[in-house]
């Protein structure tokens, strides 16, 4: 099954992987292919918006894209948004909310605050008013707890308003026509092994259905070996000496890309997308995800 | 009585001596700047120094972890073995000392402490005081300064090195006592358990709050179980909350005092450096001494002074040099591309540098390019350390 053909894509990784880069990347394809889009992102600063090129849209839906909306989901406005919901009369609704010690007390209720923003991004994906909702999940041990809340409520709170609500919304996440995670990882030892720990909860502790791997800030092969250890003379121009040094850095990196690449692929036996270290002349922005968007496209997801 | 002319500013601290004459030292900084490493390389420089030191670190590498002697166990303070320092060169007059905190165990460690016996385990199935101990946010770097200020009071050593945990957001470490005690004491709990705790007793209906309107409006949203848990929770813990403002107090105030300094870690990403000057900010405000400004990472410019060589001058050179030009495409237009760009990166980098050192002066600055690989043995450690205080 296509990976944009799902619901809901998930994105996990490691904090300063990219896995808000490839959310955008991954939005922009499946925009590409025709698809609608809402992108979320969890209870952060708004990234989002910025890498796409446009103002930020906070937590009222709006357009970043032609075909793609995004929304920032915090837990002060999903709470609201629930409580309106649930308690239906506008009266109920004030003596609850508007009361501030009473709505500062909800945020400490255990899985409360993650609940509502989970329900609120898969009622999202109920309702099917876009064709794929794509999240760029907290980074990864708060990425597991965020996804695990529904399980955790089935497993420790008896009938009850909480657990009917994480009936259904467990019910999204581990169908896996509607649901993947995709992970993001770097050629580099921490996030590699963060990625292994990650993949392995996905499937054992969510046991939700993985996506794809995206292994970013790949470096290419660029020098053979003799090219980066030259016989060169003891006066070498200053040039050919800085140039060597950059290949043989170069080296050390695609080396580096390759070996751990071989070691994800090996350890989680299916295969990598690769997305390629970026050299923007000015920051990194829509032009640098409009690049990854055009790989993603000819990639088949 | 404050007036614009009172607010606190930054003032020049020398990070050297602040190496050697502080008590502790708290690197801080977004998760994934390479904050254990730089604590762990400050650390091995002041045991270098002579002092006695102790790196707490939360969530090392395996390999550096390894490479400090420490064992997967938590809480155990070891002495890296001087002989691990001697083959990398090194000739301590000092002592290194590390630590890999566990922070779940630091949780149950000091609150059981002072909890009734008979209800330590009812109090750790208590949902409530799960999310205290794991996932309120602040919870991990609360306990992180909670033991260190257990072992800065012991007194075993010269000097602590903190190496705070991977949060996303830094500031977290700033407002984590505010929010535990938030969380412990707040109004807004008091308020909904509050006549049960008066009473001496729990249960909702007992609570005065089944009947009331909010009450039942809150079990809606929530389920009567979880305020009844809730309930129990606040009496069990309700001896706690002094205990917990009295340490914050003490922390804070060591923080602020010329005993401890702090080392910010960034990296030169913009959106790290924007939160590392927000945080600097927020240190400055808050009176707290800050050591120096670390930017890790920095991307290397191999050229130096030199221009940005065409093509055609690097085949020229190479020719000279009698250097074949091979390859498809040919070595001098890779070696070019190479050049050019490590250099954009390498701009990019200086460029939002300038701004974390227009916005964080006069903290001092200090320096780490990109390393090759990565580092994690002593040796590493070591050469970070050229890097943050060159000798001459």
Redesign the interface.
């Known amino acids: 099954m296509s990976l944009l053909d799902r619901r809901l894509l998930i994105t996990a990784g ?4 990219g896995r808000s880069t490839v959310s955008a990347a991954l939005a922009l394809a499946a925009a590409a292919s025709g698809r609608s889009v809402l992108l979320c992102e969890v209870n ?2 708004e ?1 989002l918006s910025g890498l796409l090129g446009t103002r930020p849209v906070g937590a009222a839906i709006g357009r970043l894209a032609p075909g793609i909306d995004g929304v920032v989901v915090r837990p002060e406005e999903a709470m609201r948004e ?2 309106v919901m ?2 239906r009369y506008q009266a ?1 609704y004030r ?2 909310f508007e ?4 709505s ?3 945020h ?5 605050p993650e609940l509502v923003m989970l329900g609120k991004i898969l009622f999202h994906v109920k309702e099917r008013r876009w064709d794929l909702v794509i999240v760029d999940a ?2 990864t041990g ?1 990425g597991i ?1 965020f996804l695990g809340v529904p399980q955790a409520i089935l497993d ?3 009938p ?4 009917s609500e994480a009936e259904w919304m467990r019910d999204i996440l581990l169908d896996p026509r509607q649901t993947a995670v995709n992970l993001v990882s770097l050629p ?3 996030p590699v ?1 963060e990625t292994l720990e990650l993949a392995a909860a996905t499937r054992d502790v969510l046991h939700m259905s993985l996506g794809r791997v995206f292994l970013n800030r790949f470096v290419e092969p ?3 070996e003799e ?1 980066r250890m ?1 016989a ?2 003891a006066h ?5 000496e ?9 080296g ?2 695609s080396d ?1 890309s390759a070996r751990y690449r071989e070691r994800l692929e090996e350890a989680l036996r299916f295969p990598l997308t690769t997305l390629p270290l970026l ?6 922005g829509r032009s640098s995800i409009d690049e990854l968007a055009e790989l993603l496209e000819r990639e088949d997801l | 009585m404050k007036t614009s002319a009172s607010k606190p500013r930054a003032i020049h601290l020398d990070p050297l001596a602040a190496l050697r004459e502080r008590r502790v030292i708290v690197c801080v900084g977004a998760g994934g700047v390479g904050k254990t490493t730089v604590a762990a390389s400050l650390a091995l420089r002041a045991a270098v120094d002579g002092r006695r030191v102790i790196v707490l670190t939360i969530d090392p590498a395996k390999r550096l972890a390894n490479a400090l002697g420490l064992e997967e166990l938590g809480n155990v303070e070891t002495r890296v073995d001087p002989s691990r320092l001697r083959e990398a060169g090194l000739d301590p007059k000092g002592e290194l000392h590390a630590m890999m905190l566990d922070l779940q165990r630091s949780w149950d460690d000091f609150i059981m402490r002072h909890v009734a016996p008979g209800q330590r385990d009812a109090l750790r199935a208590n949902r409530f005081y799960q999310t205290l101990s794991t996932a309120l946010a602040g919870s991990q770097e609360y306990i992180a300064t909670e033991k260190l200020y257990e072992i800065y009071t012991r007194g075993d050593y010269d000097l602590l090195v903190l190496d705070t945990p991977p949060t996303s957001h830094a500031l977290d470490f700033l407002d984590a006592p505010k929010r535990i005690l938030d969380f412990l004491g707040n109004d807004s709990m008091r308020a909904v358990a509050g006549p049960a705790l008066a009473a001496g007793r729990f249960g909702l209906k007992l609570m005065g709050l089944g009947g009331s309107y909010v009450g039942r409006a809150l079990s809606r949203l929530t389920g009567t179980e979880t305020l009844e848990e809730l309930s129990r929770f606040m009496l069990e813990i309700q001896g706690t909350y002094e205990v917990f403002k009295d340490r914050a107090t003490k922390v804070k105030a060591l923080f602020a005092s010329d005993e401890a300094a702090f080392v910010l870690v960034t990296n030169a990403h913009r959106s790290t450096i924007d939160e590392a000057v927000y945080f600097h900010d927020r240190l400055v405000d808050e009176r707290m001494p800050v050591a120096a400004v670390v930017a890790n990472r920095i991307h290397r410019d191999y050229l130096g002074e030199l221009p940005t060589p065409s093509e055609d001058e690097l085949h020229q050179a190479l020719q000279d040099a009698n250097h074949p030009d091979g390859g498809e495409p040919p070595l001098a237009v890779r070696l070019a591309q190479t050049l050019a760009e490590a250099r954009s990166m390498a701009r990019l980098d200086r460029r939002h540098l300038e701004r974390l050192e227009d916005a964080t002066r006069p903290t001092a600055q200090l320096r780490i390019p990109r390393f090759d690989a990565d580092v994690y043995d002593i040796p590493g450690l070591w050469a970070i350390d050229q890097h943050l205080f060159p000798r001459d």
């Open positions: 490691k904090g300063g992987v952060t600063q990234r629930y409580g649930k308690l109920l003596a609850v009361n501030r010690m009473v500062r007390f909800l400490f209720i255990p899985s409360l907290p980074a708060h707890t420790t709170v008896p009850g308003a909480m657990r580099e030892e921490l092994n660029r020098f053979s090219e030259p060169l003379g070498e121009a200053p040039l050919l800085a140039a060597f040094r950059a290949a043989r850095a170069h050390i990196r580096m050299h923007p002349s000015r920051d990194f």
